[in-house]
Nanobody, 113 residues
Framework: QVQLVESGGGLVQAGGSLKLSCAASGIISRIMGWYRQTPGKQRELVATITRGGTTNYADSVKGRFTISRDNGRNTVYLQMNSLKPEDTAVYYC?????????WGQGTQVTVSS
């Protein structure tokens, strides 16, 4: 049974930082990533990282967010710096093996101006 446990969301002032974590179990993770969604909008890519460490970022977060992973712990992280009010969203972890992907339950990130 695949489980994804997210943590690290919260309320922060603009310009501040937060770090999200997502621990996966029951899956050999090939690609791990973070997506976000605001009410009335589609879920959008934030960043992904392959098992070998190749990363991909949305243009809106390049230079501010850093994705990383610990393969031994099967955990993916998202370090978010210089946060802006427009980064406010529910952030979802996504983990894929060779056959399908799985979603975490989501964690709220709120950036106040």
């Amino acid at each position: 049974q695949v489980q994804l446990v997210e943590s690290g969301g919260g309320l922060v002032q603009a310009g501040g930082s937060l770090k999200l974590s997502c621990a996966a179990s029951g899956i050999i993770s090939r690609i791990m990533g973070w997506y976000r969604q605001t009410p009335g909008k589609q879920r959008e890519l934030v960043a992904t990282i392959t098992r070998g460490g190749t990363t991909n970022y949305a243009d809106s977060v390049k230079g501010r967010f850093t994705i990383s992973r610990d393969n031994g712990r099967n955990t993916v992280y998202l370090q978010m710096n210089s946060l802006k009010p427009e980064d406010t969203a529910v952030y979802y972890c996504n983990v894929a093996d060779n056959w399908r992907d799985y979603w975490g339950q989501g964690t709220q990130v709120t950036v106040s101006s």
